[in-house]
């Protein structure tokens, strides 16, 4: 998030207890006399905000797919950018996990993001498996969240954004599986 300083100067020197003619001699308040420093929060100009590029993944060609094990990946990394209501609007990664005795696996997504524009919006991550949606999504900054699969299947990611109004995110999605 980018910060503005704001200065605040008095108009009246006489109102912040300056002296009417102001003058720069020890013992006397200057011009800037009752200034004030505020922090503002800032959204950069539509115009400002990037269109992520277009990377040509989708749910039937994801950007990568990787299978996890405990004796190989253990994890999967990936970080890119989407942005709405233009450009790159969603990114899509599968992961496979090796079918056990147990056909359901607890596994950790966090989902980290910067956002330039609108910051009221909800960046998210979707688990899908066979075509069905897990019932947990994974909110920016949110932290690691646990989410059981079906090892039995393969599993899609779906990072997206939903605005009507300019946003930009650059994310990194991580999957620990053991």
């Given at each position: 998030?980018?910060?503005?300083?704001?200065?605040?100067?008095?108009?009246?020197?006489?109102?912040?207890?300056?002296?009417?003619?102001?003058?720069?001699?020890?013992?006397?308040?200057?011009?800037?006399?009752?200034?004030?420093?505020?922090?503002?929060?800032?959204?950069?100009?539509?115009?400002?905000?990037?269109?992520?590029?277009?990377?040509?993944?989708?749910?039937?060609?994801?950007?990568?797919?990787?299978?996890?094990?405990?004796?190989?990946?253990?994890?999967?990394?990936y970080?890119?950018?989407?942005?709405?209501?233009?450009?790159?609007?969603?990114?899509?990664m599968?992961?496979?996990?090796?079918?056990?005795?147990?056909?359901?696996?607890?596994?950790?997504?966090?989902?980290t993001?910067?956002?330039?524009?609108?910051l009221?919006?909800?960046?998210?991550?979707?688990?899908?498996?066979?075509?069905?949606?897990?019932?947990r999504?994974?909110?920016?900054?949110?932290?690691?969240?646990?989410?059981?699969?079906?090892?039995?299947?393969?599993?899609?990611?779906r990072?997206?954004?939903?605005?009507?109004?300019?946003?930009?995110?650059?994310y990194e999605?991580?999957?620990?599986?053991?």
């Amino acid at each position: 998030m980018s910060r503005l300083s704001l200065v605040v100067s008095c108009l009246f020197a006489a109102g912040c207890g300056a002296v009417a003619d102001p003058v720069d001699q020890p013992g006397e308040l200057g011009p800037d006399a009752g200034a004030i420093e505020i922090d503002a929060p800032t959204t950069p100009p539509p115009d400002d905000i990037p269109l992520a590029p277009f990377d040509n993944d989708s749910a039937q060609a994801p950007a990568v797919d990787q299978f996890l094990s405990p004796t190989g990946e253990r994890a999967l990394v990936y970080g890119d950018q989407i942005s709405a209501p233009d450009g790159d609007l969603a990114d899509f990664m599968a992961f496979r996990l090796p079918s056990g005795s147990n056909s359901q696996q607890r596994v950790t997504v966090t989902l980290t993001c910067t956002i330039l524009g609108e910051l009221a919006v909800i960046p998210r991550a979707e688990v899908f498996a066979g075509g069905v949606q897990n019932p947990r999504t994974i909110a920016c900054n949110e932290g690691p969240v646990f989410v059981t699969i079906d090892t039995t299947k393969s599993q899609l990611v779906r990072v997206d954004v939903a605005s009507e109004t300019p946003v930009h995110l650059d994310y990194e999605l991580r999957v620990d599986a053991f």
